[in-house]
């Protein structure tokens, strides 16, 4: 298994600028959006270059395939699933990676289903793969749960306006990650759709998607939370993170705002914001953090709160034992490693209690996910130098982010 060792510049000092991918999560809406609007003409100007988003590009350029592996990509997959339901007359196989397999779709199929579409699974029932034959879907009330994944919302929402009779879709329960939703919501109002978001129920109706002469992707706030936590173990710091704005589209811009209670500061200037440590972080003593919207940033919060010493209670986590990995057991073990107690509570809940006893080193499983990668890298800032098990994880969606640690000193080295 390939290793990485990261020892950390050995003042703590850090000093430079960063070059952030772009929101995958933009780029992955825009994609499918543009392919159902048949408007492959438009340019996308700064697409992301996670494997997510190449996969989706290369599977919407092939028109003529049977069988599709969309590999580990929950939002390709579940995107992917409603724009192929839609796509009257043309039949495929939707398959994926095993790691994918794993992950539930029943909602969606059922609500596609709902809506007219012709969906067999191929294997366990609320799981892919599954067989697709696209057809004229004519929506109507549909009535999904928004407990497990806001991405189902975000599936339908997107293929809505090419219904016939567009869709009136009820929300269920407590919307988790809600603001991935609200994101694609306002993607498609931007591009001319009729959108009554009225919370628990979103009408949107039958129309054609107006693109503009090109299409441009703002950096990523998901990817910018790492270097915030870099920031907060630093002894000093002053990184520019290049293309960032002060974003009101991204959830995960409130990691600037959570992060200055760790003693980071946010400059916003035109296209960059400056990430500077401005002090120690607070005390904090069980400090509830509610994540329910922006669960993408709670691995690296956990690692934070626990390698400063800190105990807290991160809530609103219920989405991740259903990611890549199950995430709250890999914080867990992770963790105590650097002898950090966690605590998982009703499988949505992380209680953590760090302890000032770090090691000098350790190793640490990535789990064939690319977040737990980097929100563990920044540990090097705290111990003598930390191992990173299976590195090349993070092209999943941040492909240069170890030679973007490199630029700002750190000690990268194969073991």
Not at 202 to 210: R, S, T
């Amino acid at each position: 298994m390939k290793r990485y060792r990261i020892t950390a510049p050995e003042n703590r000092v850090l000093d430079g600028e960063v070059n952030l991918p772009a929101s995958k999560s933009i780029s992955n809406r825009y994609l499918i959006i543009r392919a159902l609007a048949e408007a492959e003409d438009v340019p996308i100007i700064g697409l992301s270059d996670a494997t997510d988003t190449k996969n989706l590009i290369r599977i919407l350029k092939d028109e003529d395939a049977k069988e599709i592996n969309v590999g580990l990509g929950g939002t390709t997959y579940r995107f992917l699933l409603a724009y192929y339901a839609i796509k009257s007359g043309r039949k495929v196989i939707l398959n994926a990676e095993e790691g994918m397999r794993k992950r539930p779709i029943g909602l969606l199929v059922q609500a596609l289903k709902d809506m007219g579409a012709e969906i067999e699974y191929l294997g366990e029932l609320g799981h892919p793969p599954v067989q697709i034959k696209g057809a004229n879907l004519k929506g109507g009330h549909i009535k999904i749960s928004g407990e497990v994944s806001s991405q189902y919302l975000s599936a339908v929402a997107m293929i809505a306006p090419y219904t016939q009779n567009g869709v009136e879709l009820e929300i269920s329960g407590n919307a988790v990650s809600r603001h991935y939703f609200e994101m694609t919501l306002k993607i498609m109002q931007k591009l001319g759709i009729q959108v009554d978001d009225q919370g628990d129920v979103v009408k949107i109706k039958p129309g054609d998607y107006d693109f503009p002469n090109n299409i441009e992707i703002e950096a990523d706030w998901s990817s910018a939370s790492y270097w915030y936590s870099f920031a907060a173990l630093s002894r000093q710091c002053t990184l520019k993170l290049k293309y960032l704005s002060n974003s009101k589209l991204q959830p995960d811009s409130a990691t600037c705002r959570i992060f200055n209670g760790f003693g980071v500061g946010s400059i916003f200037k035109e296209d960059e914001t400056w990430v500077v440590k401005e002090g120690e972080p607070r005390p904090i003593q069980l400090r509830r953090y509610d994540l329910i919207y922006s669960p993408d940033i709670a691995q690296t919060m956990a690692v934070v709160i626990a390698a400063l010493n800190k105990s807290a209670i991160i809530e609103g986590l219920q989405t991740l034992k259903i990611k890549e990995t199950d995430r709250l057991t890999a914080l867990q073990k992770e963790l105590s490693k650097i002898n950090a107690d966690v605590e998982i509570i009703r499988d949505q809940k992380l209680v953590i209690d760090g302890d000032e006893d770090i090691p000098e080193e350790v190793e640490i499983a990535t789990y064939n996910d690319h977040r737990m990668a980097m929100a563990f890298a920044p540990l090097a800032l705290r111990m003598k130098s930390v191992i990173i098990q299976d590195p090349d994880v993070v092209s999943k969606s941040y492909p240069d982010f170890w030679d973007e640690m490199k630029e700002i000193g750190f000690t990268i080295e194969e073991v």
